[in-house]
């Protein structure tokens, strides 16, 4: 082995893997591109930032799919609304059984406290109606109207039919003249608003379904008995 191979060879190992001098650099050659801290850094956050902005733009959502999105929204709304639609459906059952003089004494004594478990049912203390307020809809057209949808329930159930439920509870505990015609008063009212805001929903699942060119049922509201 030659003089010149042997003292070559510390140069070009120390070159090659990043320490010691390159002799074939001229001394004060600025450093190429890659080899600069600054222009790396600023590379390394452009490419985070493209990355967040692909991530967050809107991603395209097939009809098939954006149709089974909103078909469960409308399955959260009955699952959460279920235990109050059960319970204001009975509070009018006891309402009218505590009507008829033919009730045994002891299922008389029991409607009070039925009524109170009607009552809450259809209140923030049922975690059931808790969750129904806070379901989630998809961003999209559809969606929105599906969030409407959520938002009008959620009044039905913790306004229009607690009231109704209330009113029940006062008038089955023989109130004077004054209070049973104030509480017949607020359940005619329970009873308007809770058709008009089922006439709502409606409108507002028949809007969603025009947009998606589908058909979602309807969630499951009962008919309260309007009087005149």
């Not at 320490?19 to 001394?27: A, C, E, Q, S």
């Not at 478990?117 to 969750?131: M, V």
Request: charged fraction near 20%.
């Amino acid at each position: 082995m030659s003089e010149q191979s042997v003292t070559d060879r510390p140069q070009r190992i120390g070159a090659a893997v990043g320490f010691g001098l390159d002799p074939n650099r001229p001394v004060g050659r600025p450093r190429v591109w890659y080899r600069r801290r600054g222009p790396l850094l600023a590379l390394v956050v452009a490419a985070i930032l493209a990355v967040t902005v692909v991530t967050d733009l809107p991603q395209h959502t097939s009809r098939a799919a954006a149709i089974a999105q909103e078909r469960s929204v409308v399955e959260a709304i009955n699952t959460d609304a279920g235990s109050c639609t059960f319970s204001v459906g009975e509070a009018f059952r006891l309402y009218n059984d505590a009507q008829s003089p033919s009730l045994a004494p002891s299922n008389r004594m029991r409607i009070p406290g039925l009524l109170r478990d009607d009552q809450a049912a259809c209140s923030f203390t049922n975690n059931d109606i808790f969750n129904l307020s806070g379901i989630e809809t998809p961003g999209s057209a559809p969606g929105r109207e599906m969030s409407q949808a959520v938002s009008t329930v959620t009044t039905w159930t913790t306004s229009d039919a607690l009231a109704a439920i209330i009113a029940i509870e006062t008038l089955v505990e023989h109130p004077s003249p004054a209070a049973k015609a104030k509480a017949l008063a607020t359940l005619d009212k329970a009873e308007r608003f809770a058709a008009e805001d089922r006439a709502k929903l409606h409108a507002e699942v028949d809007a969603a379904n025009r947009l998606l060119r589908a058909h979602l049922g309807y969630p499951k509201l009962p008919v309260l008995p309007e009087r005149s």
